[in-house]
């Protein structure tokens, strides 16, 4: 059995293994990188005591142990810089690789959206197409009800904006309510404020004057 299961393997199982090799081996990777800046903080250790042996030794005017102290000191940096050369090269292949796995992720996040969407451009231009008929249709409505509402006001000529502020009114109004909250005015804000009463009103007295003529 053990001999053909290979053949037995789905491809979401071989994507498995893959990627539980690739988690592995970036682990060991990073807990390389963790081993070695270890190291490097023990020997800072060491030859920061050198560094203080020296120092005491070039106090106490014993020259020839100062520079010994020394000697170990900068021996002790040559391996540290020879560490952290090598720690760069490995991050940057490291880092590199791991790049590399995300473009893995990528690859596969498309092929699954390739598969899952299906994009039929004829359906999707009949759907528009008959939405800009509605709209056109929904035009000539709205013109319908618009001749029918001149007819009933009697030849009162109407504009929207006898009713609706503009947008410079509507701006103007904004300005005055930020100053009054600023200012810490007692009038009040909503008296600044085009509200859906004011243009009911508005629009009653219009009508009404029609209605009366």
Do not use: C
């Amino acid at each position: 059995m053990g001999l053909f299961s290979g053949f037995f393997t789905s491809d979401d199982d071989r994507k498995r293994d893959e990627a539980r090799r690739q988690r592995r081996a970036i682990n060991k990777a990073e807990d390389a990188i963790d081993t070695v800046d270890s190291t490097i903080a023990e020997l800072r250790k060491d030859e920061l005591k050198e560094w203080e042996n020296a120092k005491k030794a070039a106090a106490a005017g014993r020259k020839a142990d100062a520079m010994l102290a020394l000697q170990r000191f900068r021996q002790f940096e040559v391996h540290i810089y020879q560490l952290e050369k090598r720690k760069w090269v490995f991050e940057n292949y490291l880092n590199r690789l791991k790049m590399s796995t995300i473009n893995d992720v990528f690859r596969d996040a498309m092929e699954a959206l390739n598969d899952a969407i299906q994009v039929d451009v004829d359906m999707v231009t009949d759907s528009i197409e008959d939405i800009n008929d509605k709209l056109t249709d929904v035009t000539a409505l709205d013109k319908e009800w618009e001749k029918n509402f001149q007819k009933n006001i009697n030849g009162m000529s109407v504009q929207e904006t006898d009713i609706i502020p503009d947008i410079d009114a509507l701006f103007q109004a904004v300005q005055g309510e930020v100053a009054i909250n600023i200012g810490g005015g007692a009038k009040d804000v909503a008296q600044t404020r085009p509200t859906i009463n004011d243009v009911q009103a508005k629009a009653d007295a219009i009508l009404n004057t029609s209605a009366e003529k």
